[in-house]
């Protein structure tokens, strides 16, 4: 763990406040900058597994758990899902304590999420998805309950993961 | 790559058959079966990186761009939803491909998403998640574009990670 910097004029949590700032000022004065596009490959490495490159990364591996059929390498896709939404929130957590100038000792999400199987394994029509997810946040801080209580509704109603959950988007899923 | 194994008996495209339709008839015999709960724990490790640990595997990293304030030492959240997804495809595309005797001989989806930052930077209320994403998938197969059609109706009717995005999740954010 990368103990947060204390230089709290330029940088809190570590997190490079002016840069941030820098970022909001530069979108408020050209909007077109805020729409991003992001992109991932994933191929298929046989059996239940495959790989996913993101940019210059080093490709990460999914697999299923043996009683799921697979061979139990790496974790599922509906376990990344769980992280990605948990290192999401990490990321609000710590933009948004930087800019009210909490000072973080650490930051812990715990997450579940219930998923009935039924549909993926082709036995009803229905949701083969989670029906839901709870994340449960463990923040050290010396900040007072209400600067807290600020924090978490601020980051709750930014979290771009979260948003992605709890909101039908369109996925189009086309064979080329 | 793993080539796919051939011994269609008993395995094709290296998936056991036996092994997923034994979960399905086990599950049909007793439904409570189908009712799994999935979990991730994520770190905070200062400035935009967190660690994701997940059962016994070695945790993995996040982080954000350097043009969103972060040290870019690893993808970032929104870029592992995507990865997400097209692991979950992969794995719809082998279980539905074995179970319909469809030797598949590659399999890449290429997933890309849209996302305006304007809510996420705390700029206007509304929606920080994606408003739409997109997986183009490449098969490379001998079987007959009626097979593949059929095949792809099947995935993308009962994909986990699929449903969870085009459906709106109860997702509950808990401060412990």
């Given at each position: 763990?990368?103990?947060?910097a204390?230089?709290t004029?330029t940088?809190?949590?570590?997190v490079?406040i002016?840069?941030?700032?820098?970022l909001?000022?530069?979108?408020?004065?050209?909007?077109e900058?805020?729409?991003t596009l992001?992109?991932a490959?994933?191929t298929w490495?046989?059996?239940?597994?495959?790989?996913?490159?993101?940019r210059?990364?080093a490709?990460?591996?999914?697999?299923?758990?043996?009683?799921?059929?697979?061979t139990d390498?790496?974790?599922?896709?509906?376990?990344?899902?769980?992280?990605?939404?948990?290192?999401?929130?990490?990321?609000?957590?710590a933009a948004?304590?930087?800019?009210?100038?909490?000072?973080?000792?650490?930051?812990?999400?715990d997450?579940?999420g219930d998923?009935n199987?039924?549909?993926f394994?082709?036995?009803?029509?229905?949701n083969?998805?989670y029906s839901g997810i709870?994340?449960?946040?463990?923040i050290?801080?010396d900040?007072?309950?209400a600067?807290l209580a600020e924090?978490?509704?601020?980051?709750?109603s930014?979290?771009?993961?979260g948003?992605t959950?709890s909101r039908?988007?369109?996925?189009s899923?086309e064979?080329?």
């Amino acid at each position: 763990m990368t103990a947060p910097a204390k230089d709290t004029e330029t940088r809190l949590n570590d997190v490079d406040i002016a840069a941030v700032a820098g970022l909001a000022s530069h979108i408020t004065e050209n909007p077109e900058v805020a729409d991003t596009l992001w992109s991932a490959s994933v191929t298929w490495t046989g059996g239940f597994r495959s790989e996913a490159s993101i940019r210059e990364f080093a490709p990460s591996a999914s697999d299923e758990p043996h009683g799921l059929g697979g061979t139990d390498t790496a974790p599922n896709p509906v376990e990344q899902l769980l992280a990605a939404l948990g290192n999401c929130l990490a990321v609000g957590y710590a933009a948004n304590a930087t800019a009210a100038g909490i000072d973080l000792k650490g930051l812990r999400i715990d997450l579940e999420g219930d998923l009935n199987l039924t549909t993926f394994l082709g036995l009803a029509a229905g949701n083969a998805g989670y029906s839901g997810i709870t994340a449960r946040v463990h923040i050290d801080t010396d900040a007072d309950s209400a600067a807290l209580a600020e924090l978490h509704k601020t980051v709750t109603s930014t979290s771009p993961v979260g948003h992605t959950l709890s909101r039908p988007v369109p996925v189009s899923i086309e064979l080329v």
